[in-house]
C-alpha cells in the first residue's frame, strides 16, 4: 500500500496538478489574512471553513490522475478494494495536512493574527489550539468530499464539479443559525462560530461529533459507490 500511495503522490506533484490548489490556498488566505488583524480562533476558524472547498478539491484531483484501467490494476494489486482505496485517501491526506500547514503559517508573518483585546477574549495559545483543532476536523470531510466527487464514482468531470460544487454549498447553507438540518453536512461555518470562543469544550466535542458522523457516512457511501462501480 505504500508503494501506492507514494506512486500516487507522485503523480499528482509530477503531472503539475498539485500547483492549482496551493496556488488558490495562498490566494484565498492571502485575502482572508491581508485584510487585517483578527484574533487567533476567529481568523482560524474561518479559514477552516473556506479551505474545506480547496482540500476537497486537491482530493478529487489526486484520485482523478490515475487511469482507470491502472485503478482497476491497483485493486487486483492490492488485493481489496478496501485496501486502495485507503491508498487513495491516504495519499489524499499528505498533500492535505501541507494546506492545513501552510493556513495555520501563513497568517503569523503577514500579521493576520492579534492577541485578545477585551476583558474576557480567549487567550492567544487558547485561540490557536481551537483553529489548529478546527483545520484538522474539516480535513476528513473534505477528503471525503472530494473523493466522492472523483471520477470513479461520478464517470465524468460535469458530475463530479456538481458533486464538489453542490457539496460545499450546502455545507455553508446548512450550516447557517437556524438551521433545521445542520447535521446534513460537514460543520464548516458551526466550526468556526465554535472557535470564537477559544476552547468551549461543550461547543468543540459537538462540532467532532457532527464532523465525525457526517465523515463516517460520507466514508460508507464511498466504499458501496466505488464497489456498484468496479
Same mark, same amino acid.
Given at each position: 500500500?505504500?508503494a501506492m500511495i ?30 487585517g488583524q483578527a ?20 482530493t478529487q484531483i ?27 485517501? *491516504?495519499?489524499?491526506? #499528505?498533500? !492535505?495536512?501541507?494546506?492545513?500547514? %501552510?493556513? $495555520? &503559517?501563513? =497568517?503569523?508573518?503577514?500579521? @493576520? ?10 487567550? *492567544?495559545?487558547?485561540? #490557536?489550539? !481551537?483553529?489548529?483543532?478546527?483545520? %484538522?476536523? $474539516? &480535513?476528513? =470531510?473534505?477528503?471525503?468530499? @472530494? ?22 454549498? %450546502?455545507?455553508? &447553507? ?29 461547543? %468543540? ?26
Open positions: 500500500m505504500t507514494r506512486m500516487r503522490l507522485s503523480g499528482f506533484v509530477r503531472t503539475g496538478r498539485a500547483l492549482a490548489p496551493l496556488l488558490t490556498a495562498l490566494v484565498v488566505l492571502g485575502v482572508i489574512y491581508g485584510g484574533q487567533a480562533g476567529e481568523a482560524y476558524g474561518f479559514s477552516a471553513a473556506v479551505l474545506f472547498a480547496v482540500v476537497a478539491w486537491q489526486l484520485l482523478n490522475v490515475e487511469p482507470d484501467v491502472q485503478r482497476q490494476l491497483s485493486i487486483v494489486a492490492l488485493g481489496r478494494l478496501g485496501r486502495e482505496i485507503a491508498a487513495g485517501l *491516504l495519499a489524499a491526506l #499528505v498533500p !492535505a495536512l501541507g494546506l492545513v500547514a %501552510l493556513a $495555520l &503559517v501563513l =497568517p503569523w508573518p503577514i500579521g @493576520g493574527i492579534t492577541g485578545p483585546e477585551r476583558p474576557g477574549d480567549p487567550s *492567544l495559545v487558547s485561540g #490557536v489550539v !481551537a483553529g489548529v483543532w478546527a483545520h %484538522l476536523l $474539516l &480535513v476528513p =470531510p473534505a477528503l471525503l468530499l @472530494g473523493a466522492l466527487a472523483s471520477r470513479a464514482v461520478v464517470g465524468n468531470a460535469a458530475r463530479g464539479l456538481a458533486v464538489l460544487a453542490g457539496g460545499t454549498i %450546502l455545507a455553508f &447553507v446548512f450550516g447557517t443559525k437556524g438551521s433545521p438540518v445542520p447535521w446534513l453536512a460537514p460543520p464548516l461555518l458551526p466550526t468556526a462560530r465554535a472557535t470564537v470562543d477559544g476552547l468551549e469544550p461543550t461547543a %468543540l466535542a459537538l462540532q467532532t461529533a457532527v464532523a465525525s458522523g457526517w465523515a463516517l457516512v460520507a466514508l460508507a457511501g464511498y466504499f458501496a459507490l466505488r464497489r456498484r462501480n468496479t
